[in-house]
């Protein structure tokens, strides 16, 4: 997602507990786009220096990782792409107690900091690629104006964002990753997608 949107022409910072690890990251991508479009730096200097702030660590991870950056998101929107995959067994969503990983985190953040579930059914396959990717993105959180900053977000890597409602629909977003995961593994394909029908042509072009 930060190739894509360094590619987009957007500032990216890329974030880790490793501050190497976050250069090399950036390095990577300022490599591969041809300019500095990318800077590294530890997981909580990341998330003040955003303006948004996007997680991607496993689910095992989640909590921490939010509790290290609680301050540093207050204000601003946070884009969850968490899916509480049971560590111990894959295959399996391990259902989270307040009802998925995005309710969570909004629990955890508090009112001041708004979360958005959303790229939870997109491959990381697919997005390396620059090509065009046949999967919608659903967006889900207690803002209706931070799920279309995210729809626009998604936009920029060339994605359909979607409104799909209040936090709690985040639950069937969440566990949709792991269907997708099982028909990855029944069809012998890498990247299987999801996309919604049936909605007016505006929101059908991509
Ligand atoms: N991969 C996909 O195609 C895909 C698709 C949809 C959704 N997701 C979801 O997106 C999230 C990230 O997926 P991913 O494949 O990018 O995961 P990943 O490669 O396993 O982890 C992403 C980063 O999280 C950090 N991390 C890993 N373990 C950690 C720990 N115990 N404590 C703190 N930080 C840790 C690491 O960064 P540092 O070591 O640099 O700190 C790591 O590079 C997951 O929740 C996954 O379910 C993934």
Redesign the pocket.
């Known amino acids: 997602m930060a190739l894509g949107w360094a590619r987009a022409g957007q500032e990216v910072i890329i974030?880790?507990?490793?501050l190497e690890?976050?250069v090399q990251?950036a390095l990577a991508i300022n490599r591969e786009v041809g300019r500095t479009a990318a800077t590294g730096m530890l997981?909580r200097e990341a998330a003040a220096a955003g303006e948004i702030v996007v997680l991607?660590?496993?689910?095992?991870?989640?909590e921490?990782?939010l509790l290290d950056i609680r301050e540093a998101v207050r204000g601003k929107i946070l884009v969850d792409?968490?899916?509480?995959?049971d560590p111990q067994n894959p295959r399996r969503l391990r259902i989270p107690s307040d009802g998925s990983?995005t309710e969570e985190a909004q629990a955890l953040l508090g009112p001041e900091t708004r979360v958005v579930a959303a790229?939870?059914?997109?491959?990381?396959?697919h997005?390396s690629q620059g090509e065009a990717i046949a999967c919608d993105v659903l967006t889900c959180g207690g803002d209706a104006q931070a799920r279309q900053e995210v729809i626009r977000l998604a936009g920029l890597l060339g994605l359909r964002g979607l409104d799909a409602g209040p936090a709690r629909n985040a639950r069937v977003v969440e566990g949709l990753?792991v269907v997708l995961m099982e028909i990855n593994r029944r069809y012998k394909v890498r990247?299987a997608g999801i996309r919604v029908t049936g909605l007016p042509d505006r929101d059908n072009e991509k």
Do not use: C, E
């Not at 991607?56 to 989640?62: E, K, L, N, R």
């Open positions: 974030g880790s507990r490793a690890r976050a990251a997981n991607t660590v496993p689910y095992d991870a989640h921490k990782t792409v968490t899916v509480p995959i990983a790229f939870q059914n997109i491959s990381y396959t997005l990753t990247g």
